[in-house]
Structures are given as structure tokens and as C-alpha cells.
């Protein structure tokens, strides 16, 4: 029902910068949360940060200070500024949202993960 699009992704060196951003396909008649998670290979996926209706904000422990999360509520866009980063930053970062989307006078709740966009950090 929502497909979820990432951008921003890329190699960049240690101490360096990226802005990653995920844009929804389609308009969301209600958001619970949107955030980010990360994953590499042979380890579970991970909190980066999430986002909820509210504007409250949630990071994973080794983020916190470094990364920031913001959303675009008119655009239903979830962007992670990623500031400082480190090598152990390498992975594959996912959107992910929450929430219900409205067809007519029928609302649907959902939940979607975006493609994946790789991360590296290296020098």
C-alpha cells in the first residue's frame, strides 16, 4: 500500500557527514512513527533513531549525539542527518513507517520498510 523510497546513502570517510532521506509513495492519513534501522550481514537489524506523531524522538545508544531525525509531515518524509560518522556505521540503513492510509471512507492501517541504502564509512 506504501512503498517507501530511500535516498542519500553512500562512502564517505570517517568523521564525515551524510543525510539520508525516505520519501512515502503516497499521501499517509495517519502517521504512528517513522524512523530509521540499520543491519549488517549476520546481525539483527537495529534502532538507528525513530519518530513518532508526536514529534517524540527515540535513538539506538551508539547514535545518540551523532545522528538526528526529522520528518516533513506535508511531504511524508523521514530524514536522518548522520554527523560524525564512524566506520562501525557500515551497513544497510532502512525506513521504516507506521500508520494508516485512507482510501474514500475506508482507512487501512500499515506498516512499510523501504528498499535498504548502504551506508560505509571508510577511509
Known amino acids: 500500500q506504501v512503498q517507501l523510497v530511500e535516498s542519500g546513502g553512500g562512502l564517505v570517510q570517517p568523521g564525515g557527514s551524510l543525510r539520508l532521506s525516505c520519501e512515502a509513495s503516497r499521501r499517509i492519513f495517519r502517521i504512528n512513527a517513522m524512523g530509521w534501522y540499520r543491519q549488517v550481514p549476520g546481525k539483527q537489524r537495529e534502532l538507528v533513531a525513530t519518530?513518532?506523531?508526536?514529534?517524540?524522538?527515540n535513538y539506538g545508544d551508539s547514535v545518540k549525539g551523532r545522528f538526528t531525525i526529522s520528518r516533513d509531515n506535508a511531504k511524508n518524509t523521514v530524514h536522518l542527518q548522520m554527523n560524525s560518522l564512524k566506520p562501525e556505521d557500515t551497513a544497510i540503513y532502512y525506513c521504516?513507517?507506521?500508520?494508516?492510509?485512507?482510501?474514500?471512507?475506508?482507512?487501512?492501517?500499515?506498516?512499510?520498510w523501504g528498499q535498504g541504502t548502504q551506508v560505509t564509512v571508510s577511509s
Open positions: 521504516n513507517a507506521d500508520g494508516a492510509v485512507r482510501d474514500g471512507f475506508r482507512i487501512s492501517d500499515f506498516t512499510s
Open positions: 519518530i513518532n506523531s508526536g514529534g517524540s524522538t
